[in-house]
């Protein structure tokens, strides 16, 4: 039970300030009771204890629990660095903000709330044995509580550039836009888009290419998958168009849309083309079919062609044999018209954003330390606070548009709230100027009607399989 605060005497005397603007004068006081500004986390505590949040880490943790009796318990510490993040944390030294904030503490069941010293010691227990006996179990566990759409899915691949200052494992120098010659990680990601959801993620070392490992990734991110749950087609930039992934995903018949590179080949099928599609002014769509040098297998081309305009970027590459366009080449099994194949194509950009909102809004590359396996499970735990958000947005605001990290911390958890008793019963109470009960109930109330989704009936096996008609 959360113990009761004292209330402490003054220890200073009230001073006066004037008003910036007006000569009103303000009298600066304290008081003795807690307040939160972060009130608004009621609706998700609420949803984390809906759907088994705290029963899911004490079955997953890797480590013995402290036999201490002054000893933080290891739940509470991986929790304390889950808010840090949703707060709007930046470094394992923002969770001092939260050690203060005793109506937070109250709304999470915690008597102490742990230091940043002791949240680095927890992800420095980590090793590579560690990362998986304790991530896994938790993503299949958030799986379940996914809702697929009635076609399946589009899984995403990307890669993106972490910026590393100092001496940390794995953190060498590689492709870097932004600091040219620094050292830097280059993790992996799989995206289900429509969740949006965060099916898998490797940290790698900053000197890897971009689809470094994407067979054995792509095997894990598949494994993680409940039955019930179908991928739709799998999709990538220029940089997973190599010749051992692409040839992975045709031998097991997995529809994909990956960016091809220009190459000799490739530029000759589309200087070959003789029937363009026009769909307006500006564009034209065809296809064509190659096999690339050294590769065992025909592959379909589907070419978008854009006219070159002194006002507007284009994208793709210029070629020399058909100037005044540029040309975009997408390698794909879809059996689709090419203006389709190109529809669908074009939805991958929402993994760009997700990325985006990992590192400017929830702070990815901010929470770093020296051993490898340590940092990894910073990073694996950032990626897992996304898709508590995700999964809580999909419970408390069903059918609405989706919100990034940020404006779901401005527009839902930052509300003013004061602690406070009623008897023996802790009382948080909500301001009304931050939208108090009015705003905040129906939120609540949505998280605690929440019903574990159930898997869709499924066809009979010749019919419905894992990956685009077959399995792996």
């Given at each position: 039970?959360?113990?009761?605060?004292?209330?402490?005497?003054?220890?200073?005397?009230?001073?006066?300030?004037?008003?910036?603007?007006?000569?009103?004068?303000?009298?600066?006081?304290?008081?003795?009771?807690?307040?939160?500004?972060?009130?608004?986390?009621?609706?998700?505590?609420?949803?984390?204890?809906?759907?088994?949040?705290?029963?899911?880490?004490?079955?997953?943790?890797?480590?013995?629990?402290?036999?201490s009796n002054n000893a933080i318990p290891l739940t509470h510490t991986f929790t304390a660095f889950l808010m840090t993040v949703v707060t709007g944390g930046r470094r394992f030294a923002h969770a001092q903000w939260l050690r203060a904030d005793h109506a937070l503490h109250a709304?999470?069941?915690?008597?102490?709330?742990?230091?940043d010293d002791t949240i680095r010691n927890f992800f420095l227990r980590f090793s590579q044995s560690h990362v998986q006996a304790f991530y896994r179990p938790l993503w299949k566990w958030t799986l379940e509580q996914v809702n697929m759409p009635a076609r399946g899915f589009h899984l995403d691949l990307d890669s993106t550039v972490l910026q590393r200052s100092g001496k940390q494992e794995g953190a060498v120098k590689g492709y870097n836009p932004l600091r040219r010659g620094r050292g830097?990680?280059?993790?992996?990601?799989?995206?289900?888009?429509?969740?949006?959801?965060?099916?898998?993620?490797?940290?790698?070392s900053g000197n890897t290419v971009a689809a470094g490992g994407a067979v054995e990734f792509l095997k894990e991110a598949l494994a993680?998958?409940?039955?019930?749950?179908?991928?739709?087609?799998?999709?990538?930039?220029?940089?997973?168009?190599?010749?051992?992934?692409?040839?992975?995903?045709?031998?097991h018949k997995m529809p994909?849309?990956?960016?091809?590179?220009?190459?000799?080949r490739t530029r000759q099928g589309c200087n070959a083309v003789k029937e363009w599609k026009q769909i307006d002014e500006n564009f034209s769509v065809a296809e064509f079919q190659a096999k690339l040098m050294g590769w065992s297998k025909t592959l379909r081309f589907v070419v978008i062609r854009e006219r070159l305009r002194e006002r507007k970027e284009t994208s793709?590459?210029?070629?020399?044999?058909?100037p005044g366009y540029t040309f975009r080449v997408l390698a794909t099994n879809r059996t689709e018209d090419p203006m389709e194949v190109w529809r669908a194509y074009n939805g991958r950009g929402c993994v760009e954003q997700r990325i985006e909102e990992l590192k400017g809004e929830l702070a990815v590359q901010g929470f770093c330390l020296k051993p490898f396996w340590a940092t990894e499970a910073a990073f694996l735990s950032v990626l897992l606070t996304f898709n508590l958000l995700s999964l809580f947005q999909q419970v408390t605001r069903p059918g609405q548009a989706y919100m990034q990290p940020a404006t779901l911390r401005t527009a839902v958890f930052l509300a003013g709230a004061?602690?406070?008793?009623?008897?023996?019963?802790?009382?948080?109470?909500?301001?009304?100027?931050?939208?108090?009960?009015?705003?905040?109930k129906?939120?609540?109330?949505?998280?605690?009607?929440?019903?574990?989704?159930?898997?869709?009936?499924?066809?009979?096996?010749?019919?419905?399989?894992?990956?685009?008609?077959?399995?792996?």
């Open positions: 039970m959360q113990s009761k605060p004292t209330a402490l005497p003054h220890q200073t005397t009230p001073t006066e300030i004037n008003a910036l603007f007006g000569r009103a004068k303000l009298v600066l006081d304290e008081t003795p009771k807690a307040i939160t500004p972060f009130g608004g986390l009621a609706s998700l505590i609420a949803f984390l204890g809906r759907i088994g949040f705290v029963e899911q880490l004490e079955s997953a943790m890797p480590f013995a629990a402290a036999t709304l999470l069941g915690m008597d102490r709330f742990p230091g830097s990680h280059h993790p992996l990601l799989a995206v289900l888009a429509e969740a949006p959801f965060i099916l898998h993620g490797w940290l790698r993680l998958l409940p039955e019930w749950i179908k991928i739709w087609c799998i999709r990538g930039d220029s940089g997973f168009f190599e010749k051992d992934l692409i040839e992975f995903l045709e031998e994909y849309i990956v960016v091809a590179r220009i190459s000799l793709g590459r210029k070629l020399f044999e058909m004061v602690l406070g008793w009623a008897g023996r019963e802790v009382v948080v109470r909500l301001s009304a100027a931050w939208g108090g009960l009015r705003k905040h129906p939120l609540v109330e949505s998280a605690l009607r929440w019903q574990k989704p159930t898997s869709p009936k499924l066809d009979p096996p010749d019919a419905l399989l894992a990956i685009g008609g077959c399995t792996i």
